[in-house]
């Protein structure tokens, strides 16, 4: 079976419309698979649990992908699904992702997701989360739970009344880590303009940032501050005012943002954004930004960069900032901790760049590698 898509990010502004519908239409879901224990045994799993709640109208299902590195990580997602197989083949694909993440970032965690599926009306969100946070707990801290779309810190805090197996709450849970994306974001940035260009800060460098969302906010902020050019597109134009009113940045369509003659293409929006009729027209030597799942099909695209000299800051290494800081929130509270964790990030991705270079092989690839040495 072939065995492709590793996203996962804790995700976050939940109450984003543009970002529902990019985590529902642009993630690269898979469709759903006949046999679910076939691919969750093809992924080397792990745990699924399930949760029927009648009374609250909670269905739930908890895939827990792996716990070798420490207890297992993960958003609670809860959308609407199609299907009970789509369902749950979500929530197996997403906890498969954040084992690499968590791997890939050396955090001692391993990778889960909660996926609720959420029906037309929650009647009684407090019930229904204090039922989910009572399923949570009964896993014994196996599995450490964290806002994703469709929830918020709002229901963070009403899990933490029923487990202690929760981060992102609003009392010492962090609140929103998109600003710790960015930063491990603009370090990825650093790593491979040092690597690439030979430049130690990012002075005059040309960044172009698609999507000015939450990360692509901060980003273009800590950018602009470092120095660098930049030009940004969104299609969502209030989003797009807010930085032009803010940075010193130039704006461009969606669509001519694939061609912006720059040093460095940021994608901070969809997924599946780098395929084989976008990646011919970049005009870039670096890619390296936010979005989950940059490569719509991981092995050819990862080549298809590699073959046009383009360097690929591997996007779950490059991404991590949030899920660093959500774990470090809860493993220690240490702040100056996380924030050193996330800078790591920087000589994390000059490896992968070196190894890369001395075995010849694309990126990305060399990422999953690392990734699995570690996992298995
Ligand atoms: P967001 O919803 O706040 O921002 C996404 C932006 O992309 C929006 O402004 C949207 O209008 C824009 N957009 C959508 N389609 C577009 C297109 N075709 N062209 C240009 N812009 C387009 O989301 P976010 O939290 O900033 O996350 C951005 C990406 O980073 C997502 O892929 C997300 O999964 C990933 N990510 C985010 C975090 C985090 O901490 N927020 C962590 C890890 C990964």
């Known amino acids: 079976m072939e065995i492709k898509n590793l996203s996962g990010g804790l995700s976050l502004n939940p109450n984003n419309e543009d970002f529902l519908a990019m985590q529902t239409q642009n993630d690269n879901t898979p469709p759903s698979y006949d046999d679910v224990f076939q691919y969750a045994k093809d992924l080397n799993y792990g745990e699924l649990h399930f949760k029927i709640d009648k009374k609250t109208g909670l269905f739930a299902v908890v895939a827990i992908h792996s716990t070798k590195l420490g207890p297992a990580i993960g958003g609670c997602r809860c959308i609407p699904y199609a299907s009970t197989q789509a369902a749950i083949t979500d929530a197996v694909r997403l906890a498969y992702g954040m084992s690499y993440k968590a791997a890939i970032c050396e955090l001692p965690h391993g990778g889960a997701k909660a996926v609720l599926m959420r029906p037309p009306v929650i009647a009684n969100r407090q019930a229904y989360f204090q039922s989910f946070a009572e399923f949570v707990n009964e896993l014994n801290g196996r599995y450490v739970t964290a806002m994703d779309s469709g929830t ?119 997924g599946a954004g780098l395929n084989a009729t976008t990646i011919p027209r970049l005009n870039t030597t670096i890619v390296a930004g936010a979005a989950n799942n940059q490569l719509k099909d991981i092995d050819e695209d990862d080549k298809l960069l590699f073959e046009r000299g383009i360097l690929y800051a591997p996007d779950f290494l490059i991404n991590s900032g949030g899920l660093i800081y959500a774990a470090s929130v809860y493993d220690h509270g240490n702040f100056e901790q996380a924030k050193n964790h996330i800078l790591n990030i920087y000589d994390a991705l000059i490896k992968i760049f070196t190894r890369a270079k001395a075995e010849h092989k694309p990126t990305n690839h060399i990422a999953q590698v690392i990734a699995d040495e570690r996992l298995y």
Do not use: W
């Open 152 to 270: 918020d810190v709002n229901d963070m805090d009403i899990i933490a009344t029923k487990t202690r197996y929760v981060t992102c709450t609003s009392e010492g849970g962090g609140g929103d880590p998109s600003p710790f994306t960015a930063l491990g974001v603009k370090r990825g940035i650093e790593a491979a303009v040092k690597f690439k260009l030979g430049q130690d800060n990012l002075r005059d460098v040309h960044v172009a940032i698609q999507g000015a969302g939450h990360v692509g906010y901060y980003l273009a902020r800590d950018l602009v501050e470092a120095g660098a050019r930049v030009t940004m597109a969104d299609i969502n134009t209030a989003n797009l005012e807010r930085c032009k009113n803010e940075f010193k940045i130039e704006i461009v369509s969606p669509e001519s943002i694939y061609e912006i003659n720059c040093d460095v293409f940021a994608p901070c929006a969809l």
